[in-house]
Nanobody, 115 residues
Framework: QVQLVESGGGLVQAGGSLRLSCAVS????????MGWYRQAPGKQRDLVAT???????NYGDSVKGRFTISRDNAKSTVSLQMNSLKPEDTAVYYC?????????WGQGTQVTVSS
């Protein structure tokens, strides 16, 4: 059974930094990407960043130049370094694993950026 466990969320002031990590366990077949999405209250879940098996990153427009996604294959983790945080980055951040057969999601971690 595949499980995704996020950590690293919290409260930070605008301009600060946070690092999110997602530990992935279980057997994954047909992996395409690992990454992060976020959902603010009353809004749809949006792409933050994904990374392919070839470690090619893809970022949402609103986070380009501020966030960096990385993978550690040995530890089966995917991380998101978030710098220059803004109040509009406030959301629940979800770890995602996308495979040929569908998606796996973590339970989410809250990130709150105060102005």
């Amino acid at each position: 059974q595949v499980q995704l466990v996020e950590s690293g969320g919290g409260l930070v002031q605008a301009g600060g930094s946070l690092r999110l990590s997602c530990a992935v366990s279980g057997r994954i077949v047909g992996l395409k990407t690992m990454g992060w999405y976020r959902q603010a209250p009353g809004k749809q879940r949006d792409l933050v960043a994904t990374i392919t098996v070839a470690e090619a990153p893809n970022y949402g427009d609103s986070v380009k130049g501020r966030f960096t996604i990385s993978r550690d294959n040995a530890k089966s983790t995917v991380s998101l370094q978030m710098n220059s945080l803004k109040p509009e980055d406030t959301a629940v951040y979800y770890c995602n694993v996308n495979t040929l057969w569908g998606n796996y999601w973590g339970q989410g971690t809250q990130v709150t950026v105060s102005s």
